[in-house]
Structure formats: structure tokens, C-alpha cells
């Protein structure tokens, strides 16, 4: 991601992460390289998204170009869920926007080359059906030491992104008790949660290199911190949010880092001290919003006192509110807002789908939401 303001603000860029299943079982399905090559992946789409493959065959990812607004950034998401749906659908398969798989039939075939066969080897049986996805969204910083810095302020407000995005309940054909199982599936690996306050970008790499030394990161590349510097881009990256049902519900995601990051930077530069950092407490939060979603409690890391999600969402939309404003957001946002607060997170409504059948309905309403998105869609199962 070059550059970090545009014409409309500062630049974000998305990356999603989907399972593929069989249209026939319901069940992941190895069809990586095959929808991949029906989408031309080699080559940029008319909206310059870029498509490629992930740790299992299974999976398949979408990376958005640099954007400055939200209409474009949006139409790069749906065109790319469009483009990999219309392939997957070819194939005999099925796209599925979820953080987890519902339904599995044991450990997924790893996708080919030597970074995710070093993986599997380091992490073991950790990552052995790691079929979990992802929503990462970067936002543009003049450079990775103001990342860090950025960084160091996000800590308090993560936990409320995880609790919008909240679309993982179910995992291996059951639902597991949490809004995001794949939040408790990362929460396994070394490098995982909160990062620690680092004094800059040397520091951070510092600590990073550390762990690749102590053997429990696979490369530098392989922390799972909730956000960070990027190693490759002068942007903040945030790996908080499951993949997002929709691709509104993902510019949301965009929209509040967005805000979050101009937030941090507008306090950075009036002085103002960063907010206290209690690594058990920040825990305890992200667990909660891993939990409940928006649909019980929250935690406040700062002060450790427990509260309604629903009034922690509060607090944090003041704290963006000016930055969403500055940005010309507010509205758009506050549109967006709807689909969590009003119709229910992802997990909501896999856990609706599945009182009209069982795993198999979660599956096939998921694969509807996704087709949904692309004016192709056809009969699905």
C-alpha cells in the first residue's frame, strides 16, 4: 500500500479471507487452485483485487487496492466475492464468508510450498485444521514508526471491532459457546492478542525477531497480534475481526479503523499520554468479545470494570466520532451500524439459520449470503 492520504482521506486496504465446500456435503472442499485458475487469479481484477490462495486448500483469499473512499473500496470487496463466487460455483463449490468451518471431516490438505510446510512443521497439531478466515484491514501511515505509535493506542478498542464482527460460532459440526470460536483457535498460537507497547518500529522488530529466535514464530512475518506495524507497507495492520459476513459489514470494519487510526494520530499530536496498557485485562476483554459478541458483556480494559456490550459500542463510536466526522463517514457508518445492532453479528444469524436445520442450514444459509452478493448467484445445494 503506497502513499497514506488520498483525495478523501486516509488510504485503507482490506484482505478476506473465505472456505471453499463441496456443494453436494456442505463440507471444506480442496479447491483452492482450481478457483484460483478460473478467476485468472495471476492477473489483477478490473478493480485491481488481488486473489490468492491461503495455508490450506481450502481456502482462498481477496486483497483490495489501495483505497481513499468507501464507495470504491466497497465495490472492490463485492466485485472480488462476485469473481471468487462465480468461479467456486463453477467448480461444484461453494464460497462461504464465515471465521470458521461448520461442518469438517478432519485436518484439510496444506497448500503447496515451503513457508506453509515450515508452518505446519513449527506449530504442529495447533494448525492442523487451523480453517480459520480473517478480515485484515490496513489503514495508510506516513511510516512504520508512526505505526507503532498508532499502535500503541489501539489496545483499549479492539475488542469492540471483535465484538461487530463476531461470525464463527460453530466449528467441526457444533456450536463451541463463543460468537468467535476462530478468536479462541488463534488465541493457541505464541505471538497472539494484544502486542506489547513498543518505543518504535526497531523495538517492535526487535521483540518480533526475538520470538523468531526462541523458535515459536515461524518467521517475522507470523505474529498474530490483533494489530500491528506492517513488516512490508506504512500502514497499521488490524487482524482483530472474523471474516465478515458481508462485504458492508467488512467496509464497516475499514471505516472504524479508519477512524481509530485518525483518532490515535489527532491525539498523538496534541501530547495527550497513551492509555495505560494491563496485558490480563486487555485479555480478559478480547476473551469477552470473543465470547458474547454484541450480546452480553463487555470489559473495558482500562479500568477493569464490566459492562453491556451494547454501552461499550457507545464509548467507543464518541471516541471516533470526531475522526468519523473529519472524514465525512458518519452517516455511512452509521448506516452500516444496522446490520450488527439491528439484524444481529454474523454469529447471530449462523445461530438463527441453524434452528431451521441443523449445521447443514447454517452452510447453506452462509452460502446465500455469499451468492447474495453477486447478481450470478444460483441454486445453491
Avoid at 499502535?151 to 460460532?169: E, F
Avoid at 500502514?235 to 477512524?259: G, H, I, K, N, P
Wanted: hydrophobic letters at 45%.
Amino acid at each position: 500500500m503506497s502513499g497514506f492520504t488520498g483525495a478523501q482521506g486516509r488510504t485503507m486496504g482490506v484482505e478476506e479471507e473465505f472456505l471453499l465446500v463441496d456443494a453436494r456435503t456442505a463440507r471444506p472442499a480442496p479447491g483452492a487452485t482450481a478457483v484460483l485458475r478460473r478467476c485468472g487469479a495471476r492477473e489483477p481484477t478490473a478493480q485491481g483485487v488481488g486473489l490468492k490462495g491461503e495455508l490450506f486448500r481450502t481456502q482462498v483469499e481477496a486483497a483490495s487496492p489501495v483505497c481513499a473512499t468507501a464507495g470504491d473500496l466497497l465495490t472492490a470487496l463485492t466485485g472480488a466475492r462476485a469473481r471468487l463466487g462465480a468461479a467456486a460455483r463453477a467448480e461444484g463449490l461453494r464460497l462461504l464468508a464465515t471465521g470458521t468451518a461448520v461442518l469438517a471431516d478432519g485436518p484439510p490438505p496444506l497448500a503447496e510450498g515451503e513457508r506453509f510446510a515450515h508452518i505446519a512443521h513449527t506449530y504442529a497439531d495447533v494448525v492442523a485444521d487451523y480453517q480459520v478466515c480473517g478480515c485484515h484491514v490496513h489503514i495508510g501511515v506516513p511510516d512504520r514508526d508512526t505505526a507503532v505509535a498508532v499502535v500503541n493506542r489501539l489496545h483499549p478498542w479492539l475488542p469492540v471491532l471483535l465484538a461487530l464482527s463476531v461470525n464463527s460460532p460453530y466449528a467441526g459440526g457444533r456450536d463451541r459457546g463463543h460468537a468467535s470460536w476462530r478468536m479462541v483457535e488463534q488465541s493457541r498460537f505464541p505471538g497472539s492478542g494484544v502486542a506489547p507497547r513498543c518505543a518504535g518500529a526497531a523495538d517492535h522488530d526487535a521483540r518480533v525477531r526475538a520470538l523468531v529466535e526462541c523458535g515459536v514464530l515461524a518467521d517475522e512475518h507470523m505474529s498474530f497480534w490483533l494489530a500491528r506495524p506492517s513488516g512490508r507497507l506504512p500502514t497499521v495492520e488490524f487482524r482483530v475481526a472474523d471474516t465478515a459476513a458481508t462485504a458492508a459489514e467488512a467496509l464497516l470494519q475499514a471505516l472504524l479503523c479508519r477512524a481509530l487510526v485518525d483518532r490515535a494520530l489527532t491525539d498523538i499530536a496534541a501530547g495527550l499520554p497513551e492509555p495505560p496498557l494491563d496485558g490480563q485485562l486487555s485479555a480478559a476483554a478480547v476473551w469477552s468479545a470473543a465470547r458474547y459478541g454484541l450480546s452480553g458483556p463487555a470489559v473495558d480494559p482500562v479500568t477493569g470494570r464490566r459492562m453491556s456490550a451494547k454501552a461499550r459500542l457507545l464509548d467507543f463510536l464518541s471516541h471516533v466520532a470526531p475522526a468519523l466526522d473529519a472524514a465525512g463517514d458518519t452517516e455511512r457508518v452509521r448506516t452500516l451500524l444496522d446490520i450488527p445492532t439491528r439484524e444481529g453479528t454474523g454469529a447471530t444469524r449462523q445461530r438463527d439459520a441453524h434452528r431451521s436445520g441443523g449445521p447443514a442450514a447454517v452452510v447453506r444459509f452462509l452460502a446465500h449470503q455469499t451468492d447474495a452478493e453477486s447478481s450470478a448467484a444460483g441454486s445453491v445445494f
